[in-house]
């Protein structure tokens, strides 16, 4: 596991899609344009290309709904559950978990969160979405003893063996598992590898308006938000690959 942690945490920015090609356009801008070299412009061309419609179109978002999201929509709450379980990645999951808990289930009901120190040095202390999540725990109504925190977890695939590790002392226990959407086909892929079950998942919806056409193009021209889903649509494909080879 240690190889995958450090795997992901130095070549993961490398190979992420919009540093990939900003790289190329830098690259061959300097070849074909600066040193003017025909081959190398046609090259800065086709990446110019592909840049332009990855930035100016909603082509992550589109991708992440019919390949990550699109199966994992409209469950319905189980009436009995002992658990709600979120893994760490998005401080949005413990939000959504406190809002189900405080506002549609019974006070027997547990939130376990798992979390860790995300980064490579492990002197560097707590990531800002631990410190954030700890203040949406003190501000919220839930007491002290409704919130199950496993701390020692860098990534998803050590969230769901803390899990696993936990249930063994339990007997029994009906958790439900609350994710983002995007990462809850991973998730229940690496649930599957541990053996653990959920009496049901709860991923969190968007309500944004994804339908796309040339009348509303311009609503979506938004280079930052464009690529930075398509980097999370091919993180979350690498991470699915990583984890069908590693476990």
């Known amino acids: 596991m240690n190889l995958y942690f450090y795997a992901s945490k130095i070549l993961g920015p490398l190979i992420l899609p919009s540093n990939f090609l900003i790289l190329a356009l830098?690259?061959?801008?300097?070849?074909?344009?600066?040193?003017?070299?025909?081959?190398?412009?046609?090259?800065?061309?086709?990446?110019?290309?592909?840049?332009?419609?990855?930035?100016?179109?909603?082509?992550?978002?589109?991708?992440?709904?019919?390949?990550?999201?699109k199966n994992y929509k409209n469950n319905k709450l189980p009436k009995n559950i002992d658990y709600i379980f979120v893994p760490s990645g998005d401080v949005k999951r413990i939000i959504y978990a406190v809002k189900i808990k405080n506002y549609y289930l019974p006070e027997k009901v547990?939130?376990?969160?798992?979390s860790g120190n995300i980064y490579l040095d492990p002197k560097s202390g707590q990531d800002s979405e631990t410190s954030f999540t700890q203040i949406i725990i003190q501000n919220s109504n839930i007491d002290k003893e409704d919130i199950v925190l496993l701390p020692n977890a860098r990534n998803t695939i050590e969230n769901f063996k803390q899990l696993k590790l936990f249930l063994a002392k339990e007997s029994n226990k009906k958790v439900l598992l609350v994710t983002s959407t995007y990462h809850m086909k991973r998730s229940l892929i690496i649930a599957r590898k541990f053996d653990l079950k959920f009496v049901g998942f709860l991923?969190?919806?968007?309500?944004?308006?994804?339908?796309?056409?040339?009348?509303?193009?311009?609503?979506?021209?938004?280079?930052?938000?464009?690529?930075?889903?398509?980097?999370?649509?091919?993180?979350?494909?690498v991470g699915i690959l990583a984890v069908k080879i590693m476990l």
């Not at 547990?110 to 798992?114: F, G, L, V």
């Open 110 to 114: 547990k939130i376990i969160y798992s």
């Open 203 to 237: 991923p969190i919806t968007s309500k944004k308006n994804n339908s796309f056409s040339l009348v509303n193009f311009y609503q979506h021209i938004n280079f930052k938000a464009n690529l930075s889903s398509f980097d999370l649509f091919f993180r979350e494909l």
């Open 26 to 69: 830098i690259i061959f801008f300097y070849l074909g344009v600066w040193k003017n070299k025909d081959n190398f412009k046609k090259i800065f061309s086709i990446f110019f290309i592909i840049f332009s419609m990855i930035s100016l179109l909603p082509i992550g978002n589109k991708l992440i709904y019919h390949v990550l999201a």
